[in-house]
């Protein structure tokens, strides 16, 4: 991939905020532990129509949980979300492109520099253009793509606060393991927020998609090996991890993504990453609601907008 | 994924490829088995200058190369603040008594000194494909689906372990000669698994944390799959990826370019042999993605009714739509909406894993190539 030569680039090496609170104790520095049940969802964030010029957008927030390790650290201990997500289309292709008979989806999803602890170049690396591929594969089985012959739909995502693949105490010790977990609940995450986007830009879809995530995590005290929902890589030491974009209407998947040790539970895992899935469902469906009935207030009276009925209240996460 | 978006077959013909295949049992336009691979020629070790190589040629004409190359490069330096730590005390010298014992050992012992300690980078796969850029989609995709599975088991990255100070960089770089007729990545697979069953890296000669010294007699070289059984019996094997196939009930494994265009779901599954002892299935899953099916891209037929020159009537645009959504798909060619039941993934997984499955055929049959 050739070098980006148009900017003035940072170090390529990454940067780290300081950490001052050293006092020569090292017990001080404790991985964060998972302080919800196994099949229970981090809270999520949702809400659609956050760029006025975009023909549909999303926002998608796992806020930041209670630091279970707070011990003056200005470092989070575990990793937030934060997507952004803008649907353009669908419209004309240019007059020099060739026939189509179906809407031409192409998606891009960039991780802002700032996302990660290691910093992103403005170039797509690889795992970016991979997500990419696989969030086209999750897109593309439930838009009705005949509908829109000779137009193209841009699905631009941007990670403005990505998950991390481990704890960064790990990188300080020196006992980095990397392995890509972050990814899977970035996708996930993806997924969500694209079908909230393509549902406001008011594209044919055959149901509403939603993502899931499940992991195969060791439980390093009891040496014991569980499957837990929405993992966060810095709270477990996952050995197999499994992102599903699932259809609850039709009981279908069109994406899937695993990778791992996961020997004979392949089906146990999947099952869970679409239970998963099925509870990110439930705060889809009140965010796409949401977004309608704001559209609907704003429509029939050109004043102030009514305040929409379910607006700020928190949805019960159930499958 | 742009070679397939233009597949020659008109609406009518896939409606009838479609239906063939959903038959029991199902009717392959080359008259294969549904799980019958297509014949492939290949040969190892073919480069002189890589440390393994591979060549596999498929029936249909596509062929790939694959050379592996190794590379001793300088471990990074872990974190400034406990690395002087770690050389006085825990993991440094102060344990190295230990470690000197191990050094003329069986296999066993340095595969356990090792564990945990290679890091993913060392593996870097690069894929060729004519005409298309390194960059594109179908590449990207390639390699990230190929390293993952390679990386797994996390037994490859620690025998790249040399010692704290030095490993191997592993360059995987794979070469499609042809155009890309299929869709490539059996092919590839299969060609990098030959590849690097028969890579040899030279015999470390240096103790401990020294510079590295090599044996140049490259007949004292290692395999880096090491050719000794393991505790279960097996051959420790890279994994190979497996394409399947689902059109309505069925499953088909290696389908060509014809029976993706129809295809309702497409799965990519990589397997590796089981070392453990207490198995059910001799090969296990290590990664699995979906893939996007071209079937999606195909053009929709028009029914008879809308059609003005065949004595249909010229309808309303809504009216058109609604026909066309009542129809189904039953009568003339509708790319495929939806997904893939999860019952039908796990039908295929089965077939990939079980004992006498597809994984076992491959890799049975890629383990008569003589290197």
Not at chain 1, 51 to 56: E, L
Request: charged fraction near 25%; charge should be negative; include cysteine.
């Amino acid at each position: 991939m050739q070098a980006d030569r148009r900017r003035i680039n940072a170090p390529a090496g990454g940067t780290a905020a300081p950490v001052f609170t050293f006092t020569g104790n090292e017990d001080l520095l404790q991985r964060p532990t998972r302080t919800r049940k196994a099949d229970e969802h981090r809270k999520i964030f949702l809400r659609t129509k956050v760029v006025p010029s975009a023909s549909g957008s999303a926002y998608y927030e796992i806020p930041p949980a209670k630091s279970t390790s707070s011990n003056g650290n200005l470092v989070p201990a575990a990793s937030n979300l934060k997507i952004t997500c803008t649907v353009h289309g669908p419209r004309p292709l240019p007059r020099n492109a060739a026939f189509s008979p179906n809407l031409l989806l192409s998606t891009h999803v960039k991780f802002a520099p700032f996302a990660t602890r290691q910093r992103r170049g403005y170039i797509r690396d690889a795992s970016e253009r991979d997500l990419g591929v696989h969030l086209e594969t999750a897109l593309r089985g439930v838009i009705i793509g005949e509908r829109w012959p000779k137009s193209g739909c841009e699905v631009v995502i941007t990670v403005l606060e990505g998950e991390e693949d481990g704890w960064w105490g790990d990188q300080q010790q020196g006992s980095e393991k990397s392995g890509g977990w972050g990814m899977m609940s970035v996708l996930a995450g993806c997924i969500t927020v694209a079908s909230a986007a393509l549902i406001d830009a008011g594209i044919d879809c055959v149901d509403m998609v939603s993502g899931g995530t499940a992991a195969l995590v060791r439980n390093p005290e009891s040496k014991t090996e569980e499957v837990v929902l929405d993992p966060s890589p810095p709270e477990h030491e996952i050995k197999a991890a499994c992102v599903v974009a699932y259809l609850q209407s039709r009981d279908e998947i069109t994406e899937m993504w695993m990778k791992g040790e996961v020997g004979e539970g392949t089906e146990f895992l999947t099952d869970q990453a679409v239970k998963s899935a099925m509870m990110t469902r439930t705060v889809l469906v009140e965010a796409v609601k949401e977004g309608l009935e704001v559209e609907g207030a704003v429509e029939s009276f050109n004043g102030a907008p009514k305040a929409a009925k379910g607006k700020g209240k928190d949805v019960d996460m159930t499958d | 994924m742009a070679p397939y978006t233009n597949i020659p077959l008109s609406p009518a013909e896939l409606s009838y490829l479609y239906t063939s295949l959903s038959q029991t049992p199902p009717i392959r336009p080359d008259g294969r088995a549904p799980t019958q691979f297509r014949p492939l020629v290949a040969e190892t070790d073919i480069l002189p200058s890589a440390n393994g190589s591979a060549r596999i040629c498929f029936a249909d004409g596509t062929e790939a190369i694959v050379g592996v190359k190794a590379e001793v490069e300088q471990s990074r330096v872990s974190g400034a603040a406990t690395g002087q730590v770690e050389s006085e005390g825990v993991l440094g010298l102060g344990t190295g008594g230990v470690g000197d014992v191990d050094m003329d050992e069986e296999d066993g012992d340095e595969e356990a000194t090792r564990a945990g300690k290679g890091e993913e980078g060392w593996v870097e796969v690069a894929i060729e494909i004519p005409g298309m850029r390194d960059d594109d989609a179908l590449p990207v995709f390639l390699s990230a689906m190929l390293t993952e599975a390679l990386l797994a088991d996390g037994e490859l990255k620690d025998r790249l372990w040399i010692n704290r100070r030095f490993h191997w960089r592993l360059y995987i770089d794979i070469l499609l000669l042809s155009q890309p007729l299929s869709y490539p990545l059996p092919l590839l697979s299969l060609t990098t698994h030959l590849a690097l069953l028969s890579t040899r890296i030279p015999a470390l000669i240096s103790e401990k944390d020294e510079d590295p010294l090599f044996n140049d007699d490259w007949e004292a070289s290692r395999f880096l799959y090491p050719q000794s059984k393991t505790a279960s019996g097996g051959h420790r094997k890279p994994p190979v990826t497996l394409l399947m196939l689902s059109v309505s009930e069925n499953v088909i494994a290696d389908p060509s370019r014809e029976e993706l265009a129809v295809a309702d779901a497409v799965v990519a599954i990589s397997v590796a042999p089981t070392t453990g002892l207490n198995a059910e299935s001799a090969y296990k899953t290590v990664a699995l993605r979906t893939v996007d099916p071209p079937s999606r891209l195909t053009g929709a037929g028009v029914p008879t009714a809308l059609n003005t020159t065949a004595g249909g009537t010229s309808l309303s645009a809504a009216e058109a739509l609604a026909l066309r959504e009542k129809d189904q798909g039953q009568t003339v060619w509708r790319p495929p909406r939806g997904g893939v039941k999860r019952a039908m993934i796990a039908k295929m997984i089965k077939m990939v894993t079980e004992k006498g499955g597809v994984g076992q055929e491959v890799l049975e049959g890629l383990a008569g190539v003589e290197t």
